[in-house]
Nanobody, 119 residues
Framework: QVHVVESGGGLVQPGGSLRLSCAAS????????MGWYRQTPGQQRELVAAINSTEHTNYSDSAKGRFTISRDSAKNTVYLEMHNLQPEDTAVYYC?????????????WGQGTQVTVSS
């Protein structure tokens, strides 16, 4: 069982910044990729940013130029630096982890952290 825990969410003013953290622990052999998704009520989760073990990154169109994803492989932790936040960024942000265990690829989600952008 892998435990995925997000932190860093909260209330921020439009134009402000926030840094989210996600730490994965437990029965993990090695991390294949980690990423961030977000979801608002009535909508499906959408990709925000992802990063794999070779530092390759992928961003949604809305995140490009504003958000930066990074990782600390030694800590199985991924970060999302969010700048110039806008009200439309308000959502629950979920950390997604793909990892190898017993030679199989598994995936797990965090519980989510609320990000609210409001004046």
């Amino acid at each position: 069982q892998v435990h995925v825990v997000e932190s860093g969410g909260g209330l921020v003013q439009p134009g402000g910044s926030l840094r989210l953290s996600c730490a994965a622990s437990g029965t993990i052999g090695s991390i294949y990729a980690m990423g961030w998704y977000r979801q608002t009520p009535g909508q499906q989760r959408e990709l925000v940013a992802a990063i794999n073990s070779t530092e390759h990154t992928n961003y949604s169109d809305s995140a490009k130029g504003r958000f930066t994803i990074s990782r600390d492989s030694a800590k199985n932790t991924v970060y999302l630096e969010m700048h110039n936040l806008q009200p439309e960024d308000t959502a629950v942000y979920y950390c997604y982890v793909k990892y190898y265990w017993s030679d199989f690829l598994h995936s797990s989600w965090g519980q989510g952290t609320q990000v609210t952008v409001s004046s």
